[in-house]
């Protein structure tokens, strides 16, 4: 056969065919050597990623460290208790509408409203969630606890009727408890816990801290929980639960035991901090008994706060602010109106600690440090001024309390009885010595300089939060007050209301033109304590501590060691923050100028019986008068171991307020045994 007569169109469907089989044999290849992959090769990955699907990560608390006392006794620890928990990822697998039938039906069961029981189990941030912490911030994997020391009855019938309450159950969990020794509450000093919000986790991730808390994790918001919120919350252990497809737990995969925190020491004498608050409380209720001449009326005694230092080492032996809460309403979480009683002003803003956060006009327990600027600017021991029972400056009267006179008399009388024109001519002659009526913000001043020598106008850097500066009104801050608030008072002097005051209208008048310039007032106000300057208790303590030991000023401390899970001690070491700017022979002359307020001044009516000989006491009293309010009373004191303050807002003199508080805070620390008072005799005046 020749070539011209193949024909090749017979092979084309057989060729078709060929090609139709290799297609789908290398397609089934593909399949089976894909499949041989996924089962052999990667059956691992394929097999964790099945049981990923198929766990949950819950975290199991770490047992939060103790606080104690110096001597060990027990200020904050932990408890057991029965806790009600409801799972919001069982509740929302629920039909429409039963999800709140269950949580009314528990509502009824526990006692609460059915209104306040869901608000505790929605998602902070979620519409209609209440204000953190009374909502829930934890994952919606973890248990909410609704409830709180449930009764063993309460739990039974919960557990038993679980067709009742899906994602409903009663377990054991581990509260904040505060034993009270000697009935202390020392709640500003310890602070309280609550849930972290999903704000602070996003900074702790941004920053890289270590040791960043868990969604569902409680930490510090006030006090040393605050402060050393990561010693004391260990290390939280982690179970992986097996769950089925509706959500119910089946099994446990894989478990990693928690890590205790760390105990911390503080340097807080239970005893001692029992007897300050109990005399802080009780100078308050009688001031609010006695009568002021002035406002026609009993003093109102709003708020008040006491420190005892250690004056060689700085630490905090106690401290004191009333008003003050318990800080058990906070465990297990806190309602929208428990929290809201905690911020009301009506209740006098329990929150705030007066020790720490309370900035008020220092009055007469000023002038130590005035003496100091007076003896660096030539004035010292031998001078003699006038103690009129006024001081004329410009048109106004500076008047001494009562307006007492004592002729001339030295700076150790002056301290001791408190004469005020004294202090008011020096501040006089070195306000025209640095430029007077000038206005240059500039211009030296030794009153000023002295005071931020003594650690005023700044934290002392106590190991508590929210600390505040306290302020001292100097040239520069007059001048910023007056940029900010100037339109204001001109507006004001300009257009006044009706039922403005004389006083206000005057003052707004002469603040509008030049209120920017440091007047003789102001100098001579500052001198004793009055005016725009505030303090805190804790700074003028940290200053009197200073008194006593020499100069030093140290940075107050509450932690004094640490001890680890494993019972290894680390002490919390003294800081020295600086010396006072002030000689030797200036401290001892300012020092025995003190006794005497105790002895002869302004105090001694307070300590009469007192072992003074025995147990020196220095002290100086305050009465700072506030604008619209009454006086604030002061006294601060030390020995040559501790440092006593006690301010009370709106509550008369230092000595009348104060005094007989303070003496019996001392009887306290040295054990001292009251004097007996005869039958009829009033133990004060």
Request: hydrophobic share 35%; net charge positive.
């Given at each position: ?6 024909n ?13 089989q ?7 290849f ?89 608000a ?51 377990e ?58 990561q ?44 007897s ?73 803003t329990?929150?705030v ?8 006009a ?55 009885i ?21 206005g240059?913000?500039?211009?030296a ?24 500066s ?119 002359y300012i ?13 001694a ?31 601060a ?31 306290t ?17």
């Amino acid at each position: 056969m020749s070539f011209d007569s193949f024909n090749p169109a017979p092979l084309k469907p057989r060729l078709r065919l060929f090609v139709i089989q290799v297609l789908v044999f290398s397609l089934m290849f593909t399949l089976l050597a894909r499949l041989w992959y996924m089962q052999v090769m990667s059956s691992d990955d394929y097999s964790q990623a099945a049981t990923q699907n198929r766990t949950r990560e819950v975290l199991v608390p770490a047992p939060r460290g103790t606080i104690v006392d110096a001597a060990g006794r027990t200020l904050v620890g932990n408890r057991v208790s029965l806790v009600i928990t409801v799972d919001r990822s069982v509740l929302a697998k629920l039909p429409d509408g039963q999800q709140q039938v269950v949580l009314a039906r528990l509502a009824k069961v526990l006692g609460q409203k059915p209104k306040d029981l869901t608000a505790r189990t929605m998602l902070c941030g979620e519409p209609g969630a209440s204000k953190p912490p009374a909502c829930w911030n934890g994952t919606p994997y973890q248990p909410i606890p609704v409830a709180k020391d449930v009764s063993e009855q309460v739990a039974i019938e919960v557990m038993e009727r679980r067709e009742d309450f899906p994602g409903v159950a009663a377990e054991s969990q581990t509260l904040r408890a505060y034993p009270a020794p000697y009935k202390v509450n020392a709640a500003h000093i310890l602070g309280y816990l609550s849930p972290i919000t999903t704000n602070e986790l996003d900074e702790l991730d941004k920053a890289g801290q270590d040791s960043v808390p868990h969604r569902s994790d409680l930490v510090g918001r006030a006090g040393v929980e605050r402060t050393y919120d990561q010693l004391l919350r260990g290390t939280p252990g982690v179970k992986n639960v097996i769950v089925d497809a509706v959500g119910y737990t089946t099994g446990l995969k894989s478990q990693t035991a928690p890590v205790p925190g760390s105990t911390l020491m503080t340097s807080i004498d239970a005893r001692i901090q029992a007897s300050v608050e109990a005399q802080l409380r009780g100078a308050i209720m009688t001031a609010r008994k006695q009568y002021d001449k002035i406002t026609h009326r009993n003093y109102v005694a709003d708020s008040g706060a006491a420190v005892v230092m250690d004056t060689k080492t700085g630490q905090i032996v106690a401290m004191a602010s009333y008003p003050s809460y318990d800080p058990g309403v906070w465990v297990g979480g806190i309602s929208q109106r428990e929290l809201d009683a905690l911020y009301s002003t009506k209740a006098g803003t329990p929150l705030v600690s007066r020790a720490i956060q309370g900035q008020l006009a220092p009055g007469s327990t000023f002038k130590p440090i005035t003496t100091a600027a007076s003896f660096a600017n030539g004035y010292g021991p031998k001078t003699r001024l006038d103690c009129s029972s006024y001081f004329e400056v410009g048109d106004r009267r500076f008047k001494n309390y009562e307006s007492a006179s004592y002729g001339m008399i030295g700076f150790d009388q002056a301290l001791a009885i408190s004469c005020d024109t004294f202090f008011y001519r020096i501040a006089y002659a070195l306000w025209l010595k640095e430029g007077g009526n000038s206005g240059d913000i500039t211009a030296a001043d030794p009153m000023v300089q002295m005071a931020k020598g003594f650690g005023l106008g700044k934290p002392t850097g106590i190991d508590l939060p929210g600390e505040v500066s306290g302020r001292i009104a100097d040239r520069k801050w007059k001048k910023e007050y007056y940029d900010a608030q100037k339109d204001y008072y001109c507006k004001l002097a300009d257009n006044p209301p009706a039922g403005t005051s004389a006083f206000l209208k005057q003052f707004s008048r002469e603040f509008c033109v030049d209120g920017y310039r440091y007047r003789a007032g102001d100098a001579v106000n500052f001198a004793i304590g009055q005016g725009d300057t505030t303090i805190t208790p804790l700074q003028l303590a940290t200053a009197y501590s200073a008194l006593s030991n020499g100069g030093k000023l140290w940075e107050p401390r509450v932690a004094k060691a640490v001890i680890g899970p494993n019972g290894k001690i680390r002490p919390v070491p003294p800081k020295l923050a600086g010396r006072l700017p002030v000689p030797a022979s200036t401290l001892r002359y300012i020092d025995r100028s003190l006794k005497e307020t105790a002895k002869t001044g302004t105090a001694a009516w307070k300590f009469t019986g007192f072992p003074l000989d025995q147990i020196p006491i220095r002290a100086k009293t305050g009465t700072a008068e506030v604008y619209g309010k009454q006086t604030t009373s002061w006294m601060a004191s030390y020995t040559d171991r501790y440092a006593v303050v006690m301010m009370i807002s709106q509550a008369g003199t230092g000595s009348g307020a104060s005094g007989t508080a303070v003496r019996h805070i001392y009887e306290t620390l040295y054990n001292v045994k009251p004097p007996v008072t005869p039958p009829g005799k009033k133990a004060d005046r």
